[in-house]
């Protein structure tokens, strides 16, 4: 149950959920190529690639910063290139990268749609694919993507239909090259979260959405440590829930992930594109394990 010595290629790692799961990783004592944008501090958006880097090597960690657009071929051939350079191997793929516009059709504009269609569901394709023959040499390669399950129900498309497929179509490449990597022993699944969790990117998407009562980064952080630590030929194209993964694998204090301490389990603000299935599962092991906070 660890990653010490393994090579993670995370996108979108220098803040956020992405630089949380590349911490947990390095406390470990694992390799971490932070791949992203961000090479200047942006009052907006605060961290960039190095201020990851140092916090990953203060954790335990080695850190490779990266500037990388995953819309441009060359910039993720080269990353992932000087990854494998630096460390050896690429064991594990995360796609965090992802860009967010929780508008209606008539307020979307195309630049807005083509951003996230590029970035979503090319992006991690793009990058899954690159990085295929570094993970077909590791003896336990996992690609993660961060994408909700394929709950497909109006109420998920209506509000926002271009967010909404964008993000799908990352969890379609969980569905599909899970299947397709399998015979190469390359793990491929998705994590998603219950709740809604605090990032700088949540705070301007969900401006004007009033008070909610959020998770922080950890619960995904400690989910996706679940998932990579398992055995990649027998843990491939499944769509997690942090919360639901966690209990079904111990964790019983949710309490720390809360960001508003003391916040009861019904108070907690719901991300969006769950599935009832899984929300069920989720329900009756808490009520077994007399959960409340």
């Not at 843990?235 to 992930?257: A, M, S």
């Amino acid at each position: 149950m660890s990653l010490a010595g393994k090579v993670l290629f995370i996108t979108g790692a220098s803040r956020g959920i992405g630089k949380a799961i590349a911490l947990r990783a390095a406390r470990d004592g694992a390799s971490v190529a932070i791949a992203a944008k961000t090479a200047d501090p942006n009052p907006k958006l605060p961290g960039t690639i190095y201020s990851a880097a140092k916090e990953i090597e203060a954790a335990g960690g080695k850190a490779l910063p990266i500037q990388c657009d995953i819309r441009d071929e060359t910039m993720v051939q080269e990353a992932i290139a000087k990854t494998a350079d630096t460390f050896g191997k690429i064991d594990i793929v995360v796609n965090n990268a992802s860009a967010i516009s929780l508008t209606p059709t008539e307020k979307t504009d195309v630049k807005r749609y083509d951003l996230m269609h590029s970035i979503n569901g090319r992006g991690t394709w793009l990058v899954s694919k690159l990085a295929l023959p570094y993970l077909k040499k590791s003896d336990n390669a996992h690609i993660l993507n961060l994408c909700p399950p394929l709950a497909m129900e109006e109420k998920w498309f209506a509000p926002f239909p271009a967010y909404t497929i964008a993000k799908y179509n990352m969890s379609l490449c969980v569905l599909g090259m899970a299947g397709e990597f399998r015979k190469h022993g390359i793990a491929v699944n998705g994590l998603w979260p219950l709740t809604l969790i605090e990032t700088a990117a949540l705070k301007i998407a969900a401006d004007g959405m009033g008070e909610r009562k959020s998770r922080n980064a950890e619960i995904m952080a400690d989910s996706a440590h679940v998932i990579l630590t398992k055995n990649s030929r027998e843990f491939t194209g499944n769509f997690c829930l942090d919360e639901l993964l966690l209990r079904q694998h111990g964790v019983t204090d949710f309490g720390q992930y809360n960001n508003t301490p003391g916040t009861r389990l019904e108070d907690l603000t719901l991300d969006f594109f769950l599935h009832s299935k899984q929300l069920e599962d989720l329900y009756a092991l808490r009520k077994q394990q007399g959960a409340e906070h």
